[in-house]
């Protein structure tokens, strides 16, 4: 899968993933309303109109993108018709496609990662028979337990030929609590990474590993030092946009070529009917303000490779 997200990202010169992390504010109006008519205010109308929501989007931009990740915890909030949702999200996506990041955040002792790592990338055996629970083509892994809660995902990647996006310096402002710890005078992510750098080692694509890592577009320095660590990992750079990463900050993530990384916005894109700056869209038309969105980051990535 690797292989195919970087043939995607360099066909459409855009690296770039649309995060769909659908909160139900913001849904527009007669989406909301369609979907409360037909299941009413509950759980499944929710989940509705979240799925209703997410097709638009998808359709109005799966021609631009590589890829898309889904927020697992956004349908999760919706119960089990949330779940449903998620998973129609990730086949219609795939359908169209477009490859898939799960963000799921998973990381456990073995057995338990091993569970994770078949629902979500792998098959799970019942009877004669296996079954894919879901579908996704790469995930997120929490490392914080180590070797062992990170290996049974490596293990499905290599049978299924998927991959993951480990954790390694997050976008958020309190990362450095623990992240920025030093150890014998280095910080704790600078280990994570020669440790994702080793794991990839062993699971290599064409030209990247099957293991990735996450570097926040918030910590623009450790994303330089961070790129050289781990030379054959691709990095999953979320933190642009709504959360303050710029376009002039994200040079040091790509190589040379300007490959080796691709940039998420979620809410800057499928919220961009809310922004002032596409409010001319108007509610009815959110899926092409979202689409005016990712031609316009697309535009400003290009200031990454002004070096
Ligand atoms: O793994 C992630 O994708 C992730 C890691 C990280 O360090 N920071 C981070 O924001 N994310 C996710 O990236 C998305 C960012 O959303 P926006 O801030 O709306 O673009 C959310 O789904 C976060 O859960």
Redesign the pocket.
Known sequence: MINQLVKNIKKLDAPIVV?L?PMLSYVPEHIQKAAFDEYGETLEGAAEAIWQYNKGIIDSTYDLIPAV?P?I?MYEQFGVPGLAAFQKTCEYAKSKGLVIIG?I?RGDIGSTSKAYAVGHLGQVQIGDKKFSGFCEDFV?VNPYLGSDGVRPFMEVCKEEKKGI?V?V????PS?GEFQDQEINGRPLYELVAEKVASWGEEVMGDDYSYVGA?V?ATYPKMGEILRKVMPKSYI?V??????GGQAKDLAPFFNEDGLGAIV?????IICAYQQEKYSSFGAENYADASRQAVLDMKEDLKQAFVR
Do not use: E, H, I, M
């Open positions: 995060g992390d990740k927020q915890a963000d955040k997120t996006f954790l310096k997050t976008s958020n990362s996450v926040g999953l979320p933190g642009y946009g709504a959360q998420n916005s979620s809410r800057g």
